[in-house]
């Protein structure tokens, strides 16, 4: 062991013995975790002492091992960490991504009964007789947010009509689907991308990203939607495309706090964690997603690996909030109040976060607590993140079970009862911006 940790154990090993480490209020502060990445001047507490790291940044230092970290003070009877003291912040996004029927082109034209007859829970978390989707508000939806993916982003830019596509949007996201969400106080996003149009992204930003995003302002205003940026270049990105894109976008619709102009919503998917897309995500956290100017309104961290359990989902969010300052360009830290996190609907079986919502992972025992509660580490002044996304709705692939009651898997038993459980804000509020 290095002098400096055993002469450190020594002192601290030494303040407690003699009783000189005085109470603290520990209300505020998270517990230590060995999946954290902690900058000089943090605060922690482990094992009911308060501790500040004042040596240089550590993620698998033990606070009790000492060096870099210093004894603040026994925890006093008002703290007993990990945001348990914290008030919970309300979810204020509880969403679906949502596949169609096609795995995620769109490209046929809805019929709404027989759309409302595959996607119906999402208006109706009780399987209430009296909700109508063509009576407005007469249903309880399972959700505040569906987002429809994806949009071809070459297509967009070249405002293409096809057998598949309509001046660049797929025939299937029409204004009548639109509408079957929103007439019932569900907020409609557009994503453009995903996987599978990681080229079609590289191409449109290549030709005119000024363009791409004039086209999709358009398309948000005449829809009335937001648009999600799913731009999964990991290696590479068209970084100075994308900005281009965004200062197009906004030069239509600027930053709406209030939320009101549901089309000058524009978000961004991140990777789980920082370790993927972390050129994509080291600049949109430095430059779109800072609470003081914000460009950005959120970014949704993409769903962890199937079965991943409520520890390594954690983790991956984690990552986001702390940041990652050894990196070269570092990636600051993300405000809570700036991320959404994700999780899966189905496998090859209905997952229970949509049929079984007591052993789901947005249950407060798994990671709906650290949802509500988890504290800033470096951005942002307010506990929580704004909630939660999933993947997805009706049919997302080949390989999957599909979330319709044509496959008797529809998620009013998982997503339903957590939308109630937590008093789900419908329609969406304006968001928490700090």
Partial sequence: MELRKIVAIMSLGSAIFAGSVQAYDCSELPNWKRQSYYLVGSQVQYQGIAYENTGEPSKRDFPDEGYPWS???????????GG?????????????WHCGNDYCTWAGFRDLFEFDLKNHWLIDRDNNSSCNFEVPESCDPSVNLVVLSFVHPFRLLDRTSDEQTLNGVPRGMTQEVVDYFKSQGVRVMLS??????????????????????????????????????????????????????????????????????HAARLTIDLAAGDRWLIALTEKAT?????????????????????????????????????GKPQYDPPILPLAPAKLTGSLWLTGR?????????????QHPNATGNYVQTVMPNGAG????ILGYMFWASECQGTRSACTTSEYNNTCEGGMGEAAAFYEIPIPMQALRQN
């Fill in 349 to 361: 079986k209905p997952a229970p976060e949509c049929v079984d919502f007591n052993k789901s992972l």
């Fill in 381 to 384: 002044t307010t506990p929580g």
């Fill in 84 to 96: 348990g003291n914290v008030d919970p912040q309300p979810l204020s996004i509880y969403g679906a």
């Fill in 192 to 261: 453009i991308g995903g996987i599978t149009y990681t080229d079609a992204w590289n191409q449109a930003l290549a030709k005119d990203a000024w363009q791409l995003g004039l086209n999709a302002a358009a398309v948000a205003s005449t829809l009335g939607v937001g648009i999600e940026i799913d731009y999964e270049e990991n290696r590479n990105p068209n970084l100075e495309g994308l900005q281009a894109f965004i200062d197009a976008y906004r030069s239509v619709h600027p930053y709406d706090a209030s939320g009101t102009n």
């Fill in 286 to 322: 430095a430059d779109w997603l800072d609470t003081t100017t914000p460009v950005l309104d959120y970014a949704n961290a993409m769903v962890t690996p199937r079965q991943s359990n409520a520890d390594n989902t954690i983790a991956n969010w984690q990552e986001h909030i702390d």
């Fill in 71 to 81: 004894v603040l003070g026994d925890c006093d009877s008002t703290g007993n960490g």
